[in-house]
């Protein structure tokens, strides 16, 4: 079937689904492989339970007219996408970056929701998958849509953008992660530059950090560019007045406050004010937005429990993330501080040395009581009476005595969920 044919059919449902348990009525099933399931063997009872179509590359799952054959579901998942996106004729705004992205994302949508219908990425369906499935999860009424896009190696995002033609866009930072793919920073910076490069080659607009050497490099002789910056004056002029711990920032006369701690949060808000900025919104209501924004899902997030204060920063974690958070946190007057840190995962060759390097980092910071947690910091030597590393979740937990009056910051890959840890605070 044409892609034209199916976008047509795709019209009469009103969701995509592709988990047979998730079925709505209505949906248009799509029957993706993965490396222990195929979604070809679900088709069927995807139809029965409510499913209106179900796209499948299995001959014999064939069943009724219901089932739709092509050559490979995963491509034509991303070739209805892409079509779907060129007949809505609607801008699409990307991200990509090694960290801050879903936050990112998160402001930005409170931003432009306050004068546009805005659909943006579900949580972090951010891969070759989720982006196809934001872009279908646009409709007629959609003005804006925002397309979180992750990557671990090189010529993911170029791929990415194929799918998702963004007509503005924004790179968070560059950081160490996911150096397994990317083999090195410069392979990050490459990986995720291919962003900017598919803006700049066809023309599009793109959002900078001009206080990031490595974006004002890559974009000097570009036009077609809007920039942050808290000091150079050429560009939208945005100031970090304090993080303890909220991060406040001061656009023209307006202070606004976020819910949002770690310094690292700051051109974060940056971009979100930039883009609802270059979006005619109205500074008031950027900085009601800003303000109503809550961070969810482990993310940041402050928790009073007891006569203990955590920031929960469970959700994911790299060296770059790790060390921000953490020097953010020793930067804090709080009096007692306790750290909890767990594994950094998919670092490849380089895992060793930098779990050494954070480890050596909690003992300059000089953090009174530190536990590093998982196999890979049980490796490390810290040469001090207040680091204690375990070697898994559980040797810690068996091990670990709630604080009293302290302030706890809990940070680990989401491999390890150390938001376990919360039941014993
Ligand atoms: P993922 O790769 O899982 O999609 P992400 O890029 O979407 O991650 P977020 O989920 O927004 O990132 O944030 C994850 C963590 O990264 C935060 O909790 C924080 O510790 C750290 N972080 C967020 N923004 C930045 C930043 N601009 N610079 C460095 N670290 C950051
Ligand atoms: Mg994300």
Same mark, same amino acid.
């Given at each position: 079937m044409k892609i034209d044919q199916l976008h047509q059919l795709f019209l009469q449902c009103e969701k995509v689904n592709t988990d047979t348990r998730k079925i709505e009525q209505n949906s248009m099933f799509f029957a993706l492989k993965g490396s222990n399931f195929n979604g070809n063997v679900f088709a069927n009872q995807a139809l029965k339970n409510g499913a209106k179509y179900a796209i499948i590359d299995e001959e014999e799952y064939q069943t009724s007219n219901a089932t739709i054959l092509v050559e490979d579901v995963l491509l034509t998942l991303q070739q209805l996408a892409t079509y779907h996106r060129d007949y809505l004729k609607i801008p699409i705004l990307s991200l990509t970056g090694s960290n801050g992205k879903t936050t990112t994302k998160e402001l930005i949508n409170t931003v432009l929701s306050k004068k546009f219908k805005t659909v943006s990425t579900f =949580?972090? #369906?951010?891969n070759h998958i989720g982006v196809p499935l934001t872009l279908l999860s646009m409709n007629k009424e959609t003005e804006i849509g925002i397309v979180e896009m992750g990557a671990n190696h090189i010529k993911e995002i170029e791929f990415l953008c194929h799918i998702a033609k963004p007509d503005y866009g924004y790179i968070t930072n560059f950081g160490k992660a996911h150096l397994e793919g990317f083999g090195s920073i410069e392979g990050v910076i490459k990986g995720k530059t291919e962003l900017y490069d598919y803006l700049i080659k066809n023309d599009k607009h793109i959002f900078f950090n001009a206080d990031d050497d490595i974006q004002v490099n890559k974009l000097?002789?570009? +036009?077609?560019k809007t920039g942050f910056s808290?000091?150079?004056?050429d560009y939208y002029t945005i100031k970090? +007045?304090? @993080?303890?711990p909220f991060v406040k920032i001061k656009i023209e006369d307006l202070i606004i406050t976020s819910n949002l701690i770690g310094k690292y949060n700051f051109t974060n808000l940056c971009a979100a004010v930039l883009i609802g900025k270059y979006f005619n919104i109205d500074p008031k209501e950027i900085k009601e937005g800003i303000e109503s924004y809550l961070p969810k899902n482990n993310r940041s997030q402050i928790i009073n429990k007891g006569n203990n204060k955590i920031i929960l920063d469970a959700y994911n974690a790299n060296p770059t993330s790790m060390e921000a958070a953490l020097t953010n946190f020793a930067n804090l007057n709080d009096k007692n501080k306790m750290v909890i840190l767990g594994d950094m995962f998919e670092l490849g060759n380089e895992s060793e040395k930098e779990h050494q390097i954070i480890s050596q980092l909690v003992k300059n910071l000089g953090l009174e009581t530190a536990y590093l947690v998982g196999e890979n910091f049980h490796k490390?030597?810290?040469?001090?009476?207040?680091v204690k590393t375990f070697k898994s979740f559980e040797d810690f937990k068996s091990d670990f005595k709630s604080p009293s009056h302290t302030t706890i910051l809990i940070k680990g890959?989401? =491999?390890? @969920? #150390?938001?376990?840890i919360l039941e014993c605070i």
């Open positions: =949580g972090n #369906l951010n000097s002789p570009y +036009i077609n808290q000091l150079k004056s970090l +007045i304090d @993080a303890k490390t030597k810290s040469n001090s009476n207040f890959s989401r =491999g390890m @969920a #150390l938001e376990r």
